[in-house]
């Protein structure tokens, strides 16, 4: 017998499609115009929910004996297979099994005086739930929450959670955007994280992925014809239709996705997946539509909106009202790559317009992107749009993330692939350069344990991910190779993801330690120094080549208390003449130093005063000594206050 979808005379929806709870029981929405009858399915009675029909292809009814907790799934046009929701809130048995009635009231929150988060004074920690602790659950992350805000984050940034196929994956090819996984818990025990999180200051950002849709899982053109486009095409599979025929249910899903996440998660904002990727001819782009339904719903919450864009489009984060789509930031490729360079000293495939040089770094501290609109050798055209107006607030600056981690042939983190002197001192002009950072977990203390691409996915599909892998690696020179080739390690293992997981231990431990205890300090320094803590307009801040890897950045403070950012990745550069006044301390100063990466304590060999007027081991000649493989910050004293010479200038002779 069939139960037909019972009819209220008001309903209220939070979102326009899932199935919500309310004192009338579950209301189902599903848009489905490939088909002409929708039943829902019960996993704990006989009698299925006939849902009515209404305009535009969606269907809907109430289930009065429905509640929190029950399970059900999608029979379409009487055949005999069940599917799960596409705007599933959980699905307990994942990807293939039922889906499970949510009901976000239940929880109960402890943030209402939490006021979100700006793109101001951020520092950002990007984190992989699966591998972040050994458990690879919320609740065992949530527990290392009070040691982040200790260290200096101020946001994570959660890889994708959306569930996805399989034990495990990075969570790029979800396919129930609206259902958190179960792999990492239940849906209040993400709630309770992001909850914990802003009990200790700390806010939360999500990384959805609104390009694709992963393949195995992908039941939506079982509802509709229209979710794929026709016309456009991306790396990763079927693009997504936000412009055709049909795609006003399409915009309206990933709307309703950005929306769900801010009320019902507090989620604090998004950073957005390869976003040339979503392509959209409309005359309202999808990711203009996105930003202002997500600060709607924040409310009064601020919420933060970071993007990734390969061809580096800076229309994203200009006002809307000046033709932009007001996002807040960009990942900053171009920092990345000069870093990586400057690091390892290679620069094949995509770090081949680069060659990790002073002039670059000073370049990208001033205007963020080094690529503003010239021609791009390696992929053969113009990459980049003009950036000169925007913020430093606008660029998200890293030295490792998920996908340059793992584009190493051994998952290597960057310290084993470079120095810990180079690595200590491109740590110190990512954490006081204006700009965002952002560290990839484990990064803070230099952790031993690697970072693969790894995706548990069914034989077929899983050869076909481990060759195209080795493609993208192949793009590399020296990966290319055959003995190379041998080292790639197979992402579908369960002992691949394994070797990612942290291990906290390390805090306390060696160099590790040693490295822990640098960054706490820096990030101190970023937040609390008068001066790094509130450079943030582009007259703040200038620099100057030194030598051929040796630069110096000056912080201005307008009231002569200065910062000197000197940095060299080469040896001991001795200068003579110094015909630059941004070297010249403030009137009556001379300058001191406050800050070295070779500090002993953070396993250095020490840092004598660059300034080498008066020391009695200066050459002939010499003025400066600047440290090699190393980072120094300088700050202006009073000359009576500053210590004295160790040797006395020679006395002029006197007259008899």
Known sequence: MMQHAAVSSSISR?????????????????WAPRRHA???????????????????GYFSGWAPQANAGTRYSFRLDGGQKCYPDPASRF????????SEVVDPARFRWTDDKWPGITPEGQVL?????????????????ANELAELKELGITCIEMMPVADFPGRFGWGYDGVDLFAPTALYGSPDDLRLFVDRAHAVGIGVILDVVYNHIGPDGNYLKEFSDFYFSKKHKNDWGESLNFDDVGSGGVREYFISNARYWVSEYHFDGF??????????????HVLKAITLAARQAAGRRRIYLITENEPQETRIVRPIDRG??????????????GATVALIGRNEAYFTDYRGNPQEFIAAVKWGYLYQGQQYLWQGKRRGTPAFDLPHTAFVNYIQNHDQIANYAHGQRIHELSSLAQFRAMTALLLLAPQTPLLFQGQEFAASSSFHYFADHKPELGRLIREGRSREHAQFPSVAQPDMQA?????????TFERCKLRFSEREQGYHGRIYTMHKDLLRLRRSDPVFSRVSQRCDIDGAVLGPEAFFLRYFSHDDDDRLLLVNMGTDL???????????????????????????KYGGSGTPPPETHGESWRLPGENWRIPGRCAVVLKPLPRAMAAKPTTSEPETSKSS
């Open 487 to 495: 080292c790639l390690r197979d992402p579908s293992t369960i002992e």
């Open 38 to 56: 929708v039943e829902v399915i019960f996993e704990d009675r006989d009698e299925p929910l006939v849902l009515s029909a209404e305009e535009d």
């Open 14 to 30: 939070r979102l326009p499609i899932g199935a919500e709870v309310s004192a009338d029981g579950v209301h189902f929405r599903v």
């Open 91 to 98: 699905q307990p048995d994942r990807v293939h099994g039922v």
């Open 324 to 337: 932009g789509y007001g996002m807040d930031a960009l990942w900053n490729d171009d920092f990345h790559h």
């Open 271 to 284: 950073r957005f997946d390869a976003t040339q990727a979503i392509v959209d001819d409309s005359k309202e």
């Open 574 to 600: 001795i200068l003579g003449i110094i015909p630059d006044p941004l070297l010249a301390p403030p009137l009556d100063m001379q300058w001191d130093l406050l800050w070295s990466s070779e500090d002993p």
């Open 125 to 141: 920690y990007e984190m992989h739930v699966g591998t972040f602790t050994p458990e690879g659950t919320w609740d065992s992350a």
